[in-house]
């Protein structure tokens, strides 16, 4: 169904009414086999499960609202509209989750929303449908033959439970697109099958506890260039070990830990790089080499002062390193190169920012601590008739005009060396950008860089904020790891939720108009300074 041009009409916001309206436009449209094909393509099921409904996450709204949603996009909402948690799929602490269901067009099919009150911001990851496959037979064996054969086709699991509601046993999996099936009744072998082996939470600990030895391993081989060594193909560990100057032995026991986590591939003792692998070259597009060094070399160092950090609120890079992250930077050339790269590497997001964007077709970007200018580059390219402005501490100036003139944009670009706590930015710019700087600050700094960038912006002018909100209902993991990493490696660094980063805005001169979603749960918080 069309929803034509969205209107105040709905209470759910514009993203969440095209998502449903989607969904809904996808479930009465496909039959089994179709849904079937694009979730467990090449499997012959069709005989045994019918599609029974999608179930979408959606958020900001009241269990009843969404239900009159519902209405108005054509579904039958079914009642009572709020009839249970989702207790499966959601923590207990999220008490404003509800399950609304709807019947759409003469049936069978529905649409499910699970519902979260509050003003949370649905991660884009969650955009498409799960879909849902009822089992057409109640028999054990045939019900446990039909869950090997979706589990050989690749999907994982992904938590499930009874629904008491439905009077069903419902299996989720991840995989390219979600899924879950729902088999009649309790079927609690099944689910004991599904759920894992009974040492299952014990190995889920030990994997948890084990993520240094991981994140180390990373950084070695990054380091060594183990990756670009295998660029023109496999090679022996002899042979990587020769050409690193390491001990064959070691080397082999690092990689081959690394290839059980998918990051090379092994055949005998040769060793070739996975698609995972790749990115640990230093010259594929989305290169993470550099992030891997940083978040294994300088970022490891800081964090084994967590403890630190948690017992006296101190940063536990201030700790280590004796001076905060910018100062240490400055003081240290080559970490800061590192930085710079890592930043720009682990970074690709930055791409989908002008897209994003609705850039004006004339006037000037002014890009308030831009480091080096990946970003800034990707907003003129994408509009040639915009001027830039960069603005950044002095010792990353250079870096920036490399990088841009690399895009050949020094000619459209002006420098600017300052501190955004004493120095004024560059002044009238038509929008201003601070992408991944409000992060590293607590309130009170954070309202003296936004009344800066106030200041030398005209009413009306737009804020893009780049950063890694949490979600209001539930937290992401992404960005609550991120939250701890801004402890850590900045003196008052934190993420924040959307309603967080409205109240900084609105107290300092700005209003935030929209949250649009980037990959990697990163968002441009789009905001405009007001009169
Ligand atoms: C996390 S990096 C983000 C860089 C860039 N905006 C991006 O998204 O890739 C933080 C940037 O803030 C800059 N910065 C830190 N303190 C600053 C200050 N007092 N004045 C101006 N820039 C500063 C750093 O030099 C660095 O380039």
Redesign the pocket.
Known sequence: MSTGGIGPRFALGERDVRRVADAVDFIRATGTREALDAVLPGTDLARHLEFAHGALLVAGVSAEQAAADLARLGVTPRDPVARERPAWRLGPDDPDVRVVRGVVGDGPRGVVLVVCGGRGVVPACEDEPRLVFRATSDDDVVLRGVYEAVAEAGPAPDGGGYDRSEDATVLHFRGGRRLALAAPGRRDALLLRHLGRPDQAGRDMLHLMSGAWRTRSLAVVAELGVADLLADGPKSTAELAAATGVREDNLRRVLRYLASLGVFAVDGDTWSSTDLGALLRSDVDGSQRDLARLYGGLFYRSFGALEHTVRTGESAFTHVFGADP?DHFAAHPADARLFESA??SG?SF?RAVPGALDLPAEGAVV?V???DG??LAYVLRAAPRLRGAL???PH?IGAARAVLAGHGLAGRVELVA????RDPVPPGGAVYLL???LH?WDDERCGTILRNVRSAAAPGATLAI?ERPIPESRGGQLPLAWDVHMMVNNVHGRERTPSEYRKLLCANGFRLDEVRPLPLDMAVLVATATG
């Open positions: 910018f930043m720009a970074a930055l890009d601590a831009g480091g990946h970003l603005f950044d501490r990353v300052g501190d955004f706590f992408s991944r700087i590293d780049v």
